[in-house]
């Protein structure tokens, strides 16, 4: 197994009377891109900030990169890129990044070689000598990602890195998060964008209510089709038929029949039992539950809007 470099064990956080963090346990292995999920309130910030030690924990342990959390060693190796960040906008872009670089002891041609390279991938460099004051919402979260990793960190925890970006943008930032995969780095992925973690993360984690109810490896995760059919005509025996080859077979509204299914290959079986039946089929299309569909399966009925 991966060498792992976040492990928590039951990690809690109260503040005053109100449990932000109920049981929080998890492991994130090397080179592992990682995604936080859960509704607004569900306890995913503070989970952050304690894995950060910018929140002491109530009670529970946990590690980064084999040390403690908050070891400063450890530290040095870890990124960071907040959701509400606010930095000195009278900087320049290439400013930021040299100070920032020197916060973790970097300095000489090695600092100013890495501030080029980073200024570069993130589509900034022409703006690098331009105070930030005067950047856009994407060019400020694409310099607040080169600074996240002006350290060459092991680990990088991003907090809704495509927040303001541009389509292209948001291709930007999955690349140099695979760039990262490759080279074993690992990110702990916090978003909303359900559809950018489905594209960028191994491993997925639904928090509710302060503790982890359900992980999943995106890869396994969808064995299940969903399959809408049009056909008919549709008789009662015929749905009923359906049900030998789907999990669900149900009628909508405008007719359509929406079946699951648990392997690819029942699909063609499915449309040449239905013409046995004289049944006409005019359209039949398959699609892989999609992570959209995992969280509102998983948050259940009863959770309300942030």
Known sequence: MSEAVIETQALRKL????????????????????????????????????????????????????????????????????????????????????????????????????????????????AADRPLHGYSKGMLQRAGLAQALINDPLLVFLDEPTSGLDPLGRFLVRDIISELRAKGTSVFLNSHLLGEVEATCDRVAFVKHGRIVRELILAEATPKLDVELVAEPLHDSVMEGLRQFAMIAERSVDGKVRLMVSRESAIPEIVRWLVAKSVNVHAIHARPKSLEEWFLEVMGEDQRPG
């Open 15 to 126: 503040f005053g009377s109100t449990l932000a963090v109920e049981s929080l346990s998890l492991s994130v292995r090397k080179g592992e891109v990682f995604g936080f999920l859960g509704p607004n309130g569900a306890g995913k910030t503070t989970s952050v900030k304690m894995l950060l030690s910018l929140v002491k924990p109530t009670s529970g342990r946990a590690q980064l990169l084999g040390a403690p959390v908050g070891d400063r060693l450890a530290r040095r190796r870890i990124g960071f890129l907040p959701e509400h960040f606010r930095f000195h906008d009278c900087l320049t872009g290439r400013e930021l990044l040299r100070f920032h670089g020197r916060l973790h002891g970097l300095k000489g041609f090695a600092l100013e070689s890495r501030i080029d390279t980073l200024l570069a991938r993130v589509d900034l460099l022409d």
